[in-house]
């Protein structure tokens, strides 16, 4: 596994997604050749329709729309550190005409009472976080008894000729893109390496069982490039 990141990166997360957000749309959908829209799909299939999901790292809020459009939240919170990502999911909305809260705040320290939410969502956001095991008790907190925590995430690979093929393609590809399109020198790298410094599947889970969640599951996706979890409180 590679060299953790250091905490000063993770600390300044929002302002460096607030510089790539207006390419991270057409970079992600692009870059992954729109799979990264089936992941989103396979994800909100496994949550239970419920009345009030809180989205953690909301973004530019795919995974939010999606839960709304298959009817799986009657409503959506979402909360990000980034107010240009979150900008973005605005104006998607205002086009498709549906209404999400979006609220700037840090998953560490929610500004939510406990136990607000019906369900707890985050995709692509947990590697992020500067204290994983504090993001995870604060979704534990804020969601209701019986409630379901589903997250989408990146991970690494088992498979030597597919992680291989990952490594090239993350390391060298992808950044490189990355830079030339969000014109950003430092985005696309961060990504790289925080997806690598990550950890994925059982120990994943162990991190969720830590922080009260029970009935813990995973399911890889693609060959293992990312894996949905779910817990229920």
Known sequence: MASILSMEEKQHIGQLFDRIAGTYD??????????????RRKTVALMPPVPHVLDVAIGTADLAIEMLRRGKAERVTGLDLSDQMMAIGKAKCEKRKINI?????????MPFKDESFDGVTCAFGCRNFSDLDAGLKEMYRVLQPGGQVTILEFSYPTNRIVRAMYDLYFTRILPFIGRVVSRDKTAYT?????VKSFCWGEAF????H???FRDEHFIPLSLGIATIYTASK
């Not at 959908?29 to 992941?39: A, K, Q």
């Not at 809260?101 to 320290?109: I, L, S, T, Y």
């Not at 961060?190 to 925080?194: I, Q």
């Open 205 to 208: 889970v162990q991190h969720l």
């Open 210 to 212: 830590d922080a009260g």
């Open 26 to 39: 057409g970079l992600n959908h692009g870059l992954s050749l729109n799979i990264d829209r089936c992941w």
């Open 190 to 194: 961060y990504l790289n390496r925080s």
């Open 101 to 109: 809260d979006f609220v700037h705040g840090n998953a560490q320290k």
